[in-house]
């Protein structure tokens, strides 16, 4: 698109945009446009419609281009982006070797600087919206969320809970005020957090789960992610880490479980029965994971779940391929499944479906009037989608990053053609890799396995 369009789309008040088609829950439209005012979607119909019944405005038309939802990252890390490679070729658990160590080296200015180039990333990768687990870092939540706010994300901010290993008490006082904190914020949505179950005492993982309900919240919580968490909870309690919280009371629609790799038939009906959400992550159980979550299982038995990058790579097409791929690997290729989700599973667990998942399903995560203006303007005239016989499979498979012309958050343009809009992005990139490095250096991390370049020198050396 020309500079007049990027004026045009960047200018305040009420606008009328007619792309080519716009991606609906059922599928796309052709011939569709979207009228936008006050950050939501004010009118969603047929162009020629619209035209009619808001003459006032000047349509704005975007040739070439779909109009999509926003994708929804139900699981991330904002004050780890730092780690970036770190992990890479790492065993399981790589939390208590590299990130508890990175993240307690930050200080106010790097967990800052760590989350704006996350909420960066994960712009560029077509996210409007992500679900941050919760820092370690020493430093008050809020810097994380101003900068996720100056980045223009919408962010579901985790306030950790832990209390196991703490001289200190939870503190209920301060998970309430943090609850109460954002209250009318457009972009920061307040969450609880406990990493693991066995961070934090039962009477805590009670507490904090009655609060996130009252508050109509979310408690993030990783679950059944690796095999020693499995074994530790047995050895504990005589249950696994999901049975052990439905146990104590702790499941129902506020509980969002990240990752829940590891699911017996019952665990499954149990997050049926409960409404409990998932957090399905599938580039973080191929890149340090134990097992594939039965993705597929819990489409058919309506159980909530979206797809979380678990701040590995912020990139919304490639985490919806990976979701489909991670599927047919694990799960298909044994049953001949060739469709494993058809493609829209995917599209749809990666929009509206993690909106829901992550607590803003009222909110966000599809066209539709009345709700946040969250969407992506995607080039289709590219090599990848322009032979197009069914663009919600070619989404998946063959949609990348680099086709996104434009980000909007809340009704304003936050990106365009890779680059923030109304801030220095590679400023912030530069700051970081020095901010980055210092950290590093300071953290006590420990790696199991050399580097690539050490690897392959020790593998000619044999």
Known sequence: MNQLIRELL???????????????????????AVVIADGSFRAVGPAEELKRTHPHLDGVRLPGHLLMPGFVDAHHHLTQSFGSALAFGE???????????????????????????????????????????????????DVVASAARDAGIRCVLGLVCNDADDDDPFDSDTAEKHLAWYDGDPLIHPSLAVSVPEAASTATLRRVAGLAAEAGATL??????????????LV??????????????????????AHATLLTPRELTLLADTGTAVSYNPVASAWKGNAVAPAMTMAERGIRFGLGTDGTRGDGFRLAEAAEFAQRIAYGLATGDSSCGAGWTWLEHATRGGADAVGLGAHTGAIAEGLAADFLLVDVTNPELALSWDLPWELVRRGNRDQITAVFVAGRMRLWCGRPNGWDGPALVRQAAELARAAVERAPIIRVHPTSTVARERSIAR
């Open 236 to 257: 504990r309690h005589g249950l696994r880490p999901l049975e052990y919280l439905e146990h104590i009371g702790a499941l129902g629609p506020h509980l969002l479980a």
């Open 91 to 141: 065993p399981s658990e790589i939390f208590r070797r590299v990130w508890v160590p990175l993240e307690g080296a930050l200080d106010e200015q790097s967990v800052y600087i760590a989350a704006k180039l996350a909420a960066l990333e994960a712009l560029r990768g077509g996210f409007t919206t992500v679900a941050d687990a919760g820092t370690r870092a020493a430093v008050d939540v």
């Open 10 to 32: 960047d200018r305040p008040g009420p606008i009328l945009l007619i792309p080519d088609a716009v991606l609906l829950p059922e599928g796309p439209a052709n011939g569709f």
């Open 220 to 233: 993030q919580i990783h679950v059944n992610e690796h095999l020693a968490g499995v074994e530790r909870s």
